[in-house]
């Protein structure tokens, strides 16, 4: 069994900049890994993606350029570095492990989620 725990949300300014992280534990990853952001009222949309052996990525467009989804093997560990975060960018955010897709339905094991909440 996986446990994925996260941290590294807050409150920032706009412009302003946040690293999430994403630990796993139990078993190391060998898959995808991804970043999900539910904001209030609305699905849980893929905002990066990872993948764990080759490392190729993959943004939505709306934080292309802002976002760097990275990885540290030897930690077990993802990390979403946010810049110029917009208030539009408040969300919870939940890491996801164990495949190679923007659909929430791909994945096993999820995180808590953590607040990111960017004020104007």
């Known amino acids: 069994q996986v446990q994925l725990v996260e941290s590294g949300g807050g409150l920032v300014q706009t412009g302003g900049s946040l690293r999430l992280s994403c630990t796993a534990s139990?078993?190391?990853?060998?898959?995808?890994v991804a970043w999900f952001q539910q904001a209030p009222g609305k699905e849980r949309r893929c905002v990066a993606v990872?993948?764990?052996?080759?490392?190729?990525?993959y943004y939505t467009d709306s934080v292309k350029g802002r976002f760097t989804i990275s990885r540290d093997n030897a930690k077990n560990t993802v990390y979403l570095q946010m810049n110029s975060l917009k208030p539009e960018d408040t969300a919870v955010y939940y890491c996801?492990?164990?495949?190679?897709?923007?659909?929430?339905?791909?994945?096993?094991?999820w995180g808590q989620g953590t607040q990111v909440t960017v004020s104007s």
């Open positions: 139990g078993r190391t990853f060998s898959n995808g």
């Open positions: 996801a492990a164990d495949a190679n897709s923007v659909l929430a339905s791909s994945y096993r094991y």
């Open positions: 990872i993948h764990w052996r080759g490392g190729s990525t």
